[in-house]
């Protein structure tokens, strides 16, 4: 007789001490949401198809494969036969699925898989399905058929036979005979699916043959069960006679260790610098961006997110590719810095409240807060532009660019890059296949795109040059995140307070401004390009600008004098003084409205120029003109035509119109599951393990204490304010275990806080079948 007793799962996870329970739940987190009442129900949990989809999905290579060998083996295996298949040692992977609770062992120590595990892991090694459940698809005249062909006596049972021909294939040696009587066209057949995938066509495979009337190599093999026809047009190769062909392999070749970095050597100096570089280049790029948009905010589309030709204007303005664009409203939104917001007609994109603290911060501060929300963000900025299964296109900022996996691989790569050795540059490529190594089940398009543009992104945002990483994006990789602020601060130039003004009427700041000049300099000029150096243009119309939001000449004076290095050439001068002479000299007043000047001739003129006949003017007095457009009209429409007016108030005083910036509460995006489930801490750990322990004890608690004794023990522990496991019968019959704090005994009935319903309720003396304090030991 065989000594082999199977066993549960629970009854292998009653076994383990407290530590082996602990390193359990670390690496299987989702078990503890809640806490198992006993160890009966982490067993449970740990069975059920969507815990142990996300825990295979965790598996590396190897240890799939360990796995894949487990399911492929008869039960129970054990570690001899299971590293035989392999061709390598699976001792060390044997274990860790066996902490993870995949596998258990029976009474005997051999290694059992859960029938879930089973059923999530597929087909393992790309095998086909065994025999006998591969036959049960034919009906039993066709499988007693297949069984007299191979010299077996059908037994009047359809699955009795089957499963007298899976035992046949697994005999090596008749195997080996039935194979040497095949035609080397059958050979080459079955050679083509012994690798996987285990599957083929063949037009009328459900065509009943035997022996006797085959014709064709493959109905050879459909009539000795070699080939087994699951519909008429479709043969599988079944699992048994694969493995056999394989040589014993499950795999074609074991990956115990991960693939080693394709490194090349580059300037970690270079490397650093460049780095540095982008850092404050994204930070400034992302204040120019919300800065303009407080201004003149972008709507919101109504299906959410940005449309094009905000996109292209604005990523115009900002002098950067909308590829980059996109990243930077992601990176924004994610860092709760931009927000949907209502301006009183539509929704639109604002900065928020948290905008005007950022900006107050230093730049390495203000970059980390960037990164870090890049970083943990499931907003996927590189399927902007994408279509979805609807053919429409993804836009920035809408709802459909979240994929829980982002974070999960951006960290990935993170600490891959850090991996390596200072002074040297991996490839793409060599960081996605070591991703797939590590998690292959997960692997697939998304996540060698998502490698693809963790790269990039973070060249731009200052973490990488290339597929080399900077020493603070080290720390930060590490978790040191004030140490990576800190060290870049360090490396950044400071801030200067001054710019060179040129004859050509630009101004070029030779590094990045203060906040406070870069905003005043924005007012009064126009980013021309940015870079190593920006360029600012003056101009006309952005002098006016200045002139709208209040300055004087004096005041535009006061900035380039104290500001430039260099003296303020003359046509910057004459250009600055033009704009003054000419501004306010013609006034609208709102009216409906009205034109005012006290040069008559400037009048004159335009009530004979033909750009302004859309304003149908007028002339009510020398010095007064009435037009039948509103006074934002006029002004435009003026200023398009070469003049500088000003607004003017019903008090004839100028009306001072500045950039009004607006401002939106924060709003952070709902947030999604992660990928990964986020490790629980040691004491939440402990203290699993002990409510664990305690639920076991409790499940045991039997109604041999008396009420007195029960009583007593309530009464102790309501005065103690300690906690106690009862056993509990409801009034249908229920018995339940749980967790309570009494808080007074009178009357028959105690008054406790239940755990399980989180609440304060009153418990029957007599329905407590039993007491335990949360500190015994159990009995034995």
């Given at each position: 007789?065989?000594?082999?007793?199977?066993?549960?799962?629970?009854?292998?996870?009653?076994?383990?001490?407290?530590?082996?329970?602990?390193?359990?739940?670390?690496?299987?987190?989702?078990?503890?949401?809640?806490?198992?009442s006993d160890v009966a129900s982490l067993a449970a949990r740990a069975t059920t198809r969507p815990s142990v989809q996300r825990a295979l999905d965790l598996l590396d290579r190897f240890r799939l494969q360990v796995?894949?060998?487990?399911?492929?083996?008869?039960?129970?295996?054990?570690?001899?036969?299971?590293?035989?298949?392999?061709?390598?040692?699976?001792?060390?992977?044997?274990?860790?699925?066996?902490?993870?609770?995949?596998?258990?062992?029976?009474?005997?120590?051999?290694?059992?898989?859960?029938?879930?595990?089973?059923?999530?892991?597929?087909?393992?090694?790309?095998?086909g399905p065994p025999a006998e459940q591969a036959l049960l698809v034919y009906g039993p005249r066709r499988i007693a058929r297949v069984a007299t062909d191979l010299g077996l006596e059908p037994t009047g049972d359809?699955?009795?036979?089957?499963?007298?021909?899976?035992?046949?294939?697994?005999?090596?040696?008749?195997?080996?005979?039935?194979?040497?009587?095949?035609?080397?066209?059958?050979?080459?057949?079955?050679?083509?699916?012994?690798?996987?995938?285990?599957?083929?066509?063949?037009?009328?495979?459900?065509?009943?043959?035997?022996?006797?009337?085959?014709?064709?190599?493959?109905?050879?093999?459909?009539?000795?069960?070699?080939?087994?026809?699951?519909?008429?047009?479709?043969?599988?190769?079944?699992?048994?006679?694969?493995?056999?062909?394989?040589?014993?392999?499950?795999?074609?070749?074991?990956?115990?260790?991960?693939?080693?970095?394709?490194?090349?050597?580059?300037?970690?100096?270079?490397?650093?610098?460049?780095?540095?570089?982008?850092?404050?280049?994204?930070?400034?790029?992302?204040?120019?961006?919300?800065?303009?948009?407080?201004?003149?905010?972008?709507?919101?589309?109504?299906?959410?997110?940005?449309?094009?030709?905000?996109?292209?204007?604005?990523?115009?303005?900002?002098?950067?590719?909308?590829?980059?664009?996109?990243?930077?409203?992601?990176?924004?939104?994610?860092?709760?810095?931009?927000?949907?917001?209502?301006?009183?007609?539509?929704?639109?994109?604002?900065?928020?409240?948290?905008?005007?603290?950022?900006?107050?911060?230093?730049?390495?501060?203000?970059?980390?807060?960037?990164?870090?929300?890049?970083?943990?963000?499931?907003?996927?900025?590189?399927?902007?532009?994408?279509?979805?299964?609807?053919?429409?296109?993804?836009?920035?900022?809408?709802?459909?660019?979240?994929?829980?996996?982002?974070?999960?691989?951006?960290?990935?790569?993170?600490?891959?890059?850090?991996?390596?050795?200072?002074?040297?540059?991996?490839?793409?490529?060599?960081?996605?296949?070591?991703?797939?190594?590590?998690?292959?089940?997960?692997?697939?398009?998304?996540?060698?795109?998502?490698?693809?543009?963790?790269?990039?992104?973070?060249?731009?945002?200052?973490?990488?040059?290339?597929?080399?990483?900077?020493?603070?994006?080290?720390?930060?990789?590490?978790?040191?995140?004030?140490?990576?602020?800190?060290?870049?601060?360090?490396?950044?130039?400071?801030?200067?307070?001054?710019?060179?003004?040129?004859?050509?009427?630009?101004?070029?700041?030779?590094?990045?401004l203060g906040s406070d000049l870069a905003r005043r300099l924005r007012l009064v000029a126009d980013v021309e390009s940015t870079g190593g150096a920006t360029v600012y243009r003056f101009t006309e119309a952005s002098?006016?600008?200045?002139?709208?939001?209040?300055?004087?000449?004096?005041?535009?004076?006061?900035?380039?004098?104290?500001?430039?290095?260099?003296?303020?050439?003359?046509?910057?001068?004459?250009?600055?003084?033009?704009?003054?002479?000419?501004?306010?000299?013609?006034?609208?007043?709102?009216?409906?409205?009205?034109?005012?000047?006290?040069?008559?001739?400037?009048?004159?003129?335009?009530?004979?120029?033909?750009?302004?006949?859309?304003?149908?003017?007028?002339?009510?007095?020398?010095?007064?003109?009435?037009?039948?457009?509103?006074?934002?009209?006029?002004?435009?429409?003026?200023?398009?035509?070469?003049?500088?007016?000003?607004?003017?108030?019903?008090?004839?005083?100028?009306?001072?119109?500045?950039?009004?910036?607006?401002?939106?509460?924060?709003?952070?995006?709902?947030?999604?599951?992660?990928?990964?489930?986020?490790?629980?801490?040691?004491?939440?750990?402990?203290?699993?393990?002990?409510?664990?322990?305690?639920?076991?004890?409790?499940?045991?608690?039997?109604?041999?204490?008396?009420?007195?004794?029960?009583?007593?023990?309530?009464?102790?522990?309501?005065?103690?304010?300690?906690?106690?496991?009862?056993?509990?019968?409801?009034?249908?019959?229920?018995?339940?275990?749980?967790?309570?704090?009494?808080?007074?005994?009178?009357?028959?009935?105690?008054?406790?806080?239940?755990?399980?319903?989180?609440?304060?309720?009153?418990?029957?003396?007599?329905?407590?079948?039993?007491?335990?304090?949360?500190?015994?030991?159990?009995?034995?």
């Amino acid at each position: 007789m065989p000594t082999y007793r199977p066993r549960s799962l629970a009854e292998d996870l009653r076994a383990r001490d407290d530590a082996a329970l602990g390193a359990l739940l670390r690496a299987r987190p989702d078990l503890l949401s809640p806490v198992p009442s006993d160890v009966a129900s982490l067993a449970a949990r740990a069975t059920t198809r969507p815990s142990v989809q996300r825990a295979l999905d965790l598996l590396d290579r190897f240890r799939l494969q360990v796995l894949e060998v487990l399911c492929v083996l008869p039960e129970p295996a054990d570690e001899a036969t299971v590293s035989k298949a392999l061709g390598v040692d699976a001792g060390a992977a044997l274990t860790d699925l066996h902490g993870q609770a995949l596998v258990y062992r029976d009474t005997e120590g051999g290694l059992v898989v859960p029938r879930t595990v089973l059923d999530v892991a597929g087909q393992p090694g790309g095998l086909g399905p065994p025999a006998e459940q591969a036959l049960l698809v034919y009906g039993p005249r066709r499988i007693a058929r297949v069984a007299t062909d191979l010299g077996l006596e059908p037994t009047g049972d359809p699955v009795g036979t089957a499963r007298a021909i899976a035992a046949l294939f697994l005999d090596a040696q008749r195997l080996d005979d039935l194979l040497a009587t095949a035609s080397p066209a059958a050979r080459e057949a079955l050679d083509a699916l012994a690798w996987g995938p285990p599957t083929g066509r063949l037009d009328n495979a459900g065509r009943e043959v035997d022996a006797d009337t085959a014709t064709t190599p493959v109905e050879w093999l459909l009539a000795h069960g070699l080939l087994v026809a699951v519909d008429a047009r479709t043969v599988v190769l079944p699992r048994e006679v694969g493995l056999h062909l394989r040589g014993g392999l499950v795999h074609r070749e074991a990956a115990p260790a991960i693939p080693e970095h394709v490194t090349t050597p580059v300037d970690q100096v270079h490397v650093n610098r460049t780095a540095g570089g982008a850092a404050a280049t994204v930070v400034r790029q992302v204040e120019d961006l919300l800065e303009l948009w407080a201004v003149a905010p972008p709507r919101v589309l109504r299906a959410g997110g940005l449309g094009v030709r905000d996109r292209a204007r604005t990523a115009a303005a900002l002098d950067v590719d909308e590829e980059s664009l996109t990243l930077l409203v992601e990176v924004a939104q994610a860092a709760a810095l931009l927000a949907a917001g209502d301006d009183g007609v539509d929704e639109v994109w604002l900065p928020t409240t948290g905008f005007d603290d950022w900006q107050d911060s230093p730049v390495s501060a203000r970059w980390l807060t960037l990164v870090r929300a890049w970083r943990d963000t499931t907003r996927t900025p590189g399927l902007a532009g994408a279509r979805d299964q609807r053919g429409k296109t993804l836009a920035p900022l809408g709802p459909d660019l979240d994929r829980t996996l982002a974070p999960v691989v951006r960290r990935a790569v993170l600490a891959d890059l850090a991996a390596v050795p200072e002074g040297q540059a991996t490839t793409v490529e060599s960081l996605a296949e070591r991703l797939r190594w590590r998690a292959p089940r997960r692997g697939g398009r998304l996540q060698d795109d998502l490698v693809t543009w963790t790269v990039g992104e973070a060249g731009v945002l200052g973490l990488a040059a290339g597929t080399a990483v900077s020493r603070p994006a080290r720390l930060f990789a590490a978790g040191d995140e004030d140490a990576a602020a800190a060290l870049l601060e360090a490396a950044l130039p400071p801030l200067l307070d001054h710019v060179l003004l040129q004859a050509d009427l630009t101004a070029v700041a030779p590094g990045p401004l203060g906040s406070d000049l870069a905003r005043r300099l924005r007012l009064v000029a126009d980013v021309e390009s940015t870079g190593g150096a920006t360029v600012y243009r003056f101009t006309e119309a952005s002098v006016r600008r200045a002139f709208d939001a209040g300055w004087s000449s004096g005041d535009v004076a006061d900035l380039l004098s104290r500001h430039s290095r260099t003296p303020v050439p003359q046509p910057l001068s004459y250009l600055v003084e033009d704009v003054a002479r000419r501004h306010g000299r013609v006034r609208v007043s709102a009216a409906a409205s009205f034109v005012r000047c006290e040069d008559e001739a400037i009048l004159g003129e335009l009530l004979t120029d033909r750009r302004a006949v859309a304003l149908r003017l007028r002339r009510l007095a020398p010095t007064v003109l009435a037009a039948q457009s509103s006074a934002d009209v006029v002004l435009s429409r003026l200023r398009e035509m070469g003049y500088a007016p000003a607004a003017e108030g019903a008090d004839g005083d100028v009306v001072v119109r500045r950039p009004e910036s607006r401002r939106t509460s924060a709003q952070r995006s709902p947030e999604r599951s992660a990928a990964v489930p986020p490790q629980p801490k040691a004491a939440l750990l402990d203290a699993a393990v002990r409510a664990l322990r305690a639920g076991e004890r409790a499940a045991t608690v039997t109604v041999s204490r008396p009420t007195a004794d029960v009583l007593a023990m309530l009464t102790q522990a309501a005065a103690g304010g300690e906690s106690l496991w009862i056993g509990y019968v409801d009034a249908e019959g229920r018995g339940s275990q749980r967790v309570i704090e009494p808080v007074s005994v009178e009357g028959g009935h105690v008054s406790a806080y239940d755990h399980l319903r989180g609440a304060v309720r009153s418990f029957a003396v007599h329905r407590i079948t039993g007491v335990s304090a949360m500190d015994d030991q159990p009995a034995p």
